[in-house]
């Protein structure tokens, strides 16, 4: 993969944790109050369905178990943590204890994925964890058990959702509006029994309410979990949640516009920080033009085996006229000549 091909994914890749840093805003300023289990369901389902609808393909096999566990890790538990960090934390803050990811990330990936961690990444952590901090961290910022909590188990569930996706891949001939939707769809099952008996619904909705749940399901949810998935096929899988650091700077900045918050030198120092910390990461694990498309261990399907699969239809398309691919492009074999007979005695 070139350096320019790999901003590039990674730039639009970006787009989707940009997009989560959204989340904690409309939650304080749309969302009913202290809903965290109804604002995640309703967040994951109706999209999921949505994508089930369209792509009309279900799990195989092996692949019923693994879409479940995806699903929980990846959707249903990651939406509800965010969300009770989301009602706990001050957005900004709820997005540095969410930091730790990239490091959990680091730890699985030794381990289930066989790669090294190398002096460059555990830099790239620590000067991330810097600059969050300098982001977000205020004197008035308040630190609530039960919000920090659930910001380190939604940082673990989508570290553990990252290896795996990479670890697993995505089955041969699904694509990537089916896969995004199994998941979805997963995880909206697995919160709805829990949310009908764990939390109230509020009495009544406002327009307010139901404008900040369609964002966060169209937007938050159907849109932003296919680039980012789109995303997890195509970098390594630390590069990948490296990305994720593009939340809490979206958070601060929204913060900024909309909320009164100001921005200091330190602030400024501590985004600086963050986006360093992020192009030191997808440098470390830039790939050297020419590297081989990577197996389905290693990452699944993606855009870089177009070739191979065009090559594969056309030799299913031969293959169907009993003709042997080989045959198109080989010369033509031309029967030798028959030996003619020597002339019998009677001849003239």
Not at 289 to 318: I, L, N, Q, Y
Request: glycine share 12%; with cysteine.
């Amino acid at each position: 993969m070139t350096d320019r091909r790999l901003v590039r994914i990674s730039l639009l890749t970006a787009l989707a944790p940009a997009v989560w840093g959204s989340t904690y805003l409309v939650t304080t300023e749309f969302l009913p109050p202290d809903r965290p289990l109804l604002a995640s369901t309703l967040r994951a389902l109706p999209a999921g369905l949505i994508l089930l609808l369209l792509t009309r393909v279900l799990p195989r096999g092996i692949w019923w178990v693994r879409a479940t566990v995806l699903g929980v890790l990846n959707i249903g538990a990651f939406f509800y943590f965010l969300f009770l960090a989301a009602y706990h934390l001050p957005g900004g803050v709820a997005a540095l204890v969410m930091t730790v990811q990239p490091m959990i990330v680091l730890l699985l990936g030794s381990l289930l994925l066989g790669a090294r961690i190398r002096l460059l990444h555990i830099g790239a952590c620590a000067l991330a964890a810097a600059g969050v901090a300098l982001l977000v961290l205020q004197p008035q910022a308040g630190l609530d058990g039960v919000g920090v909590l659930a910001g380190l188990l939604g940082a673990a569930c989508m570290a553990s959702g990252i290896v795996l996706t990479k670890r697993w891949g995505r089955p041969e001939g699904v694509s990537l509006l089916a896969f995004t939707g199994w998941q979805l769809t997963v995880g909206g099952l697995v919160l709805l029994p829990v949310t009908l008996l764990g939390e109230p619904l509020p009495e009544r909705l406002t327009w307010t309410n139901v404008g900040g749940f369609a964002y966060l399901g169209i937007i938050g949810a159907l849109l932003a979990y296919i680039v980012w998935f789109n995303g997890i096929a195509r970098l390594p899988a630390l590069a990948a949640s490296f990305l994720s650091f593009a939340s809490p700077l979206c958070a601060t900045v929204l913060g900024y516009l909309f909320m009164g918050q100001t921005l200091g030198p330190l602030q400024l120092l501590g985004a600086a920080g963050v986006v360093g910390a992020v192009v030191l990461a997808q440098r470390g694990e830039g790939a050297p033009s020419g590297t081989p498309p990577a197996s389905a261990a290693e990452g699944g399907r993606h855009g870089d085996d177009e070739e191979h699969e065009h090559e594969h239809g056309r030799h299913d398309a031969v293959s169907g006229l009993g003709v042997h691919p080989s045959s198109l492009t080989a010369p033509p074999t031309v029967p030798a000549p028959r030996p003619v007979p020597p002339p019998g005695p009677g001849s003239a």
